[in-house]
Antibody, heavy 117, light 110 residues
Framework: EVQLVESGGNLVQPGGSLRLSCAAS????????MNWVRQAPGKGLEWVSY????????YYADSVKGRFTISRDNAKNSLYLQMNSLSDEDTAVYYC??????????WGQGTLVTVSS | QSVLTQPPSASGTPGQRVTISCSGS????????VNWYQQLPGTAPKLLIY???QRPSGVPDRFSGSKSGTSASLAISGLQSEDEVDYYC???????????FGGGTKLTVL
């Protein structure tokens, strides 16, 4: 069974940093591209970032480019999102999602990031 | 403003068939397949349709998808009260180099 478990969400002050993690199991993690997708309270889904299976390619939404960094450790079956210079517009539930045929298929349960003073 | 355009709401009565549209452009729907997701309140999205019209194991055949040109549609037949949740379309955008989502459609079962 595919499982994705996010962690690291927390309350952080504007301008602060946070690192999210996603632990994957139930599939060959190193064979799949991965995404981070977020959902602000009461809003729709917003793609944040993508990383290829070998980490050779990474893409970012314009809203986070230059502030967020996606990475992975295939030996640890883990995906990460380093978030810097956070603003209240980054407040959201952040989902880790496996990528298949260019789009997410399996999703984690999400981790809440709240940016507030 | 979402790259893919969905109606914010849709409705139908129990047993009825409803469709939800998803409109894009040549760089996204026009050149890539479409997924549909169902999201219950407070939970993660669940894959409902992939590759335009394929159902993952466990998804009832009441749900079907189609794509034509730069638009896609999700159809739900035999509408049930439990279908009253949010639905999202998504695809890859070759110009943006990223996944693009529709704004979501809230389905109401009257």
């Amino acid at each position: 069974e595919v499982q994705l478990v996010e962690s690291g969400g927390n309350l952080v002050q504007p301008g602060g940093s946070l690192r999210l993690s996603c632990a994957a199991s139930g599939f060959t993690f190193s064979s799949y591209n991965m995404n981070w997708v977020r959902q602000a309270p009461g809003k729709g889904l917003e793609w944040v970032s993508y990383i290829s299976s070998s980490s050779s390619m990474t893409y970012y939404a314009d809203s986070v480019k230059g502030r967020f960094t996606i990475s992975r450790d295939n030996a640890k079956n883990s995906l990460y999102l380093q978030m810097n210079s956070l603003s209240d517009e980054d407040t959201a539930v952040y989902y880790c999602a496996r990528n298949r045929l260019g789009k997410p298929d399996y999703w984690g349960q999400g981790t809440l990031v709240t940016v507030s003073s | 403003q979402s790259v893919l355009t969905q109606p914010p709401s849709a409705s139908g009565t129990p047993g009825q068939r409803v469709t939800i549209s998803c409109s894009g452009s040549s760089s996204n729907i026009g050149s890539n397949t479409v997924n549909w997701y169902q999201q219950l309140p407070g939970t993660a999205p669940k894959l409902l349709i992939y590759s335009n019209n394929q159902r993952p194991s466990g998804v009832p055949d009441r749900f079907s998808g189609s794509k034509s040109g730069t638009s896609a549609s999700l159809a739900i037949s035999g509408l049930q009260s439990e279908d009253e949740v949010d639905y999202y379309c998504a695809t890859w955008d070759d110009s943006l180099n990223g996944v693009v989502f529709g704004g979501g459609t809230k389905l109401t079962v009257l």
